[in-house]
């Protein structure tokens, strides 16, 4: 995951360094350019779900090529900052959660102090399983499943080079099977896709060229 996360950050700030000249400079004044102009950005975020419902905050980052200021493409990463603490069979059981995948998303009107933002994230899911008194090294790790996460926001314009950006928006889960079997006091229960669809609150910041 911090492979993962590193790979990311990486994209984004190799896309601000190789962002294209905007201007031509063969004329006696520079003008701009009408064809594609390619930035990127980078950043962090944290984001408030939850699970079989209870609540799980998740904290992560990604960053994406942003094309004419409006349309950007990139990828992601979060992982659980607190369980979600969840019971089966009269057991208590934490869920450790992890994601990563593609984010793609367009903004209404780069350049303004507040910009919408519509957005999704599609990836694969890792959930890990542990009793309460479990140590890290006792979870039970399962991948379990594919999720998307379409949200809408806004963006807020704090810096010309950052950006605050809060969303909202719906977890669909599919393919989702996570059982509690191979833990200590085992239970024939499982979560599935149910159990892990649901509202998404979430805050990022983020740096770069827009």
Known sequence: MKRFMLAITCLGLTFQTVAQDYYDTTQPSPRKRTGLSVTGFSGGMMELSRVKG?????????GAALFNKRFFVGGF???TLNPATVRANNQ??????TTGGLWAGYL???GRLLTFQVDTRLGWTRTGVSNTTSSANERFYVYSGFMATPTAGVQINVAPFARINLSGGYRFATNVDVPFSNMPGSSPERLGNADFNGAVGSISVIFGSF
């Open 54 to 62: 209870n609540s799980l905050l998740t904290a992560g980052g990604g």
């Open 108 to 110: 209404s009107k780069p």
């Open 77 to 79: 990463g979060q992982r």
């Open 92 to 97: 208590a059981y934490n869920l450790h959660f």
